[in-house]
């Protein structure tokens, strides 16, 4: 089955700096890949999604993510942070015959 | 168009016990999704449920089961409880026949507390 790795559990960013959470897979083919977000108290979101084409893809909230085959990277990127920012973020990797695999997360915190 | 409902919000269970959680996918998806989330650990995949056919299993014991009725609703169910097993489960569907390859809807999930 496919995998994801998420390898940092917390990032504290500045508000107005830029914000980049990596995230990478293990998977023979090229996976569907997605970031979610999960806010205080609330449900999962989903950010961005890629399936194939473009490898750099524009999400909601001014986020976006690149696929980097050679890499198996799909690191989310945002030019400036704000307050509302701070949650957990999930990077997902879906494959053919197989369920949707979540990351363990990255929680982000945003200072004043 | 409501979203997915889960219901209870919340349960506290005693270690033995068995619980049902319950899910209500939006309406006209049919591919219903279950995951167990802990600190630390993500998002675990428990099934993936389809027109009432259990397309997928995590890697979780048998005390972990699920179904899925004809109008998509979802249950889960977990017998003999363990401290382990509290979590958050979260409930998810898709509009596609394949969780794999479209976007997943959340529902607020299912805070179970295992005492």
């Known amino acids: 089955a496919q995998s994801v790795t998420q390898p940092d559990i917390h990032i504290t960013v500045s508000e107005g700096a830029s914000l980049e959470l990596r995230c990478n897979y293990s998977y023979g083919a090229t996976p569907y890949l997605f970031w979610y977000v999960q806010s205080p108290g609330q449900g999962l979101q989903l950010l961005l999604k890629y399936f194939s084409g473009d490898t750099l893809v524009q999400g909601i909230k001014g986020f976006e993510a690149e696929f980097k085959r050679s890499q198996s990277s799909f690191n989310l990127r945002k030019p400036s942070v704000h307050w509302s920012d701070a949650a957990e973020y999930f990077c997902a990797v879906g494959a053919h015959g197989d369920a949707m695999r979540f990351g363990a997360g990255t929680r982000l915190t945003v200072k004043p | 168009k409501a979203g997915v409902t889960q219901t209870p919000r919340y349960l506290i269970k005693t270690r033995g016990q068995q619980v049902t959680l319950s899910c209500s996918p939006i309406?006209?998806?049919?591919?219903v999704s279950w995951y167990q989330q802990t600190p630390g650990q993500g998002l675990q995949f428990l099934f993936e449920y389809f027109s009432e056919t259990q397309r997928n299993k995590g890697n979780f014991p048998g005390r972990f089961s699920g179904r899925q009725f004809s109008n998509s609703r979802s249950e889960m169910n977990v017998s003999t409880l363990e401290l382990g097993d509290s979590a958050l489960y979260l409930c998810a569907s898709s509009l596609e026949g394949h969780s794999y390859n479209s976007p997943l809807h959340f529902g607020n999930g299912t805070r179970l507390t295992v005492t």
């Open positions: 309406s006209g998806h049919r591919s």
